[in-house]
């Protein structure tokens, strides 16, 4: 078995994958054999013949420590997690001792998707509270394949990546649909929308002992550094090799526990700044932090390497919090018999099928009129609302924030615009039937739906601003028209 050389150079000590062709797509001529005590400089001809990720694997006897170590400290250090439970110990009462041992395995196994799913790109505490949530409105996938998408959303308010919320539903109808029960093999899973390699592995081997790998972050972090791999981890190729390692690794007799004593031990011990390798129940095989040991200038962290993050684009939004009010007292921003108009967002593309305030993209950092005469033409195409059928009681520019997603960095710009209508009963009938999916609710409705972060962000502003300025901003002289 290969190893790495402790003794190369500092900026080239990362693995790097074997040469095979020349530019030009000839194959490759036959290179000399590395000398075994290289120099401190690599040549470019030199670092081309460093070893090929490909020829590392696990001996028999590092495949059974590895094993044994991890499997006897996962059984004495797992978190106790509310998905870990069997179905039995997550229920009470006779029903469930009387259910179907087919019914208990599909039951173990959606609880197992459930959580995965929310796991990705989320933290353990936080999903905690929302996976209880989720399960005690649906506790079996018959429960959640008869759900709407709205209860999905609202449920899963604050999660983020929402396209994953609607994955699930999608996938819960698949399921019911095909009326032969929860998929039970990685490719059986992998035909279900939203489920690929690492959510299929994961449910697979936890729910089914199928004897299959799982790699996400925590199993590349911990693969890289036991073979002391830096090369880039998102490389394709990188990737497939990972997948070959963890394959290698499998019990064949506890799979699923197995391969979350992997993820746990990246998550809790094999960490990405802070490794405490001291703790660490296979520290014995890990080549990192042998080499580490010898070279000072290398650390268990440089391993994987850090890739290049993608810049965020920056784009520009904005939000007009459209309050109607209704009742006698036109200028009254505290009536009770007010209200807010919330669009529905298209069912595709980015937070796709949820609801918030009117808003128009921007295509720069538009100056205050710019944006309201954009939001005024959406309004209007939308709504009707002009001057004709509406009386403006205030408008006012809240203020602005950034809000970020993964590869969007979004400046919201927030305004509010109270209004009375001039016919409500005509505006409501008319707009009823239009194909514009909105509804109009008031502040105790507003508060209780599962609205996203960032459109209970603006609405919190918009709250607060009222709170301290209200008395100036309401009266009649503050008035601005609409676009007629």
Request: hydrophobic letters at 35%; one cysteine or more.
């Amino acid at each position: 078995m290969k190893k790495n050389r402790p003794s190369q150079p500092k900026k080239n000590r990362s693995v790097r994958m074997k040469v095979n062709a020349n530019d030009n797509g000839s194959p490759a001529k036959k290179r000399p054999r590395r000398e075994r005590n290289p120099p401190k400089a690599l040549t470019l001809s030199q670092e081309s013949e460093a070893p090929d990720i490909e020829d590392f694997s696990f001996s028999r006897e590092e495949v059974s420590g590895v094993r044994a170590s991890l499997l006897e400290w996962y059984d004495l250090n797992r978190r106790d997690l509310p998905w870990r439970m069997s179905g039995s110990e997550g229920n009470t009462g006779n029903a469930q001792e009387d259910e179907d041992e087919e019914e208990e395995i599909d039951r173990r196994a959606y609880g197992v998707w459930v959580s995965e799913v929310m796991l990705q790109q989320t933290r353990v505490q936080t999903v905690i509270d929302y996976y209880n949530r989720w399960m005690l409105k649906w506790p079996t996938l018959h429960h959640l394949a008869s759900a709407s998408l709205e209860e999905v959303n609202e449920m899963w308010a604050g999660l983020g990546y929402y396209r994953r919320a609607r994955f699930l539903l999608e996938g819960a109808k698949m399921i019911v649909a095909g009326g032969v029960g929860f998929p039970r093999t990685v490719a059986a899973l992998r035909k279900i929308p939203g489920i690929g390699d690492y959510t299929a592995g994961a449910i697979a081997s936890i729910a089914f002992n199928e004897v299959v790998p799982v790699v996400d972050g925590n199993v590349v972090r911990v693969l890289a550094r036991l073979r002391a791999v830096s090369a880039n981890p998102k490389d394709s190729a990188t990737v497939k090799n990972f997948w070959k390692l963890a394959a290698q690794l499998v019990d064949p007799d506890r799979p699923g526990d197995f391969n979350q004593s992997l993820m746990e031990l990246g998550a809790t011990v094999c960490t990405p700044l802070n490794p405490n390798c001291s703790s660490c129940p296979i520290s014995i095989q890990c080549q990192a932090l042998s080499i580490s040991r010898k070279d000072e200038s290398v650390t268990v962290t440089d391993y994987p390497s850090k890739g290049v993050k993608t810049k965020q684009r920056e784009e520009f939004s904005a939000v007009c919090v459209v309050e109607i009010l209704r009742g006698e007292d036109s200028f009254d921003s505290n009536s009770s018999e007010s209200g807010y108009l919330l669009v529905k967002r298209p069912d595709e593309g980015l937070l796709a099928g949820l609801w918030e305030f009117p808003s128009v993209m921007l295509k720069d950092e538009a100056n205050s009129d710019t944006r309201r005469k954009a939001i005024d033409h959406f309004l209007e195409q939308s709504f009707g609302l002009n001057s004709t059928i509406c009386i403006p009681v205030t408008r006012e520019d809240v203020g602005d924030f950034v809000h970020i997603f993964s590869h969007i960095r979004l400046r919201i710009f927030v305004e509010l615009l109270v209004l009375r209508l001039t016919d409500e009963t005509s505006f409501f009938k008319k707009h009823s039937k239009k194909t514009l999916t909105w509804k109009y609710v008031d502040s105790e409705a507003l508060s209780s739906l599962g609205l996203t972060t960032g459109v209970r962000k603006v609405y919190a502003m918009v709250q607060k601003f009222k709170k301290n300025s209200l008395p100036k901003c309401s009266q009649p002289r503050r008035r601005s028209r609409l676009k007629q």
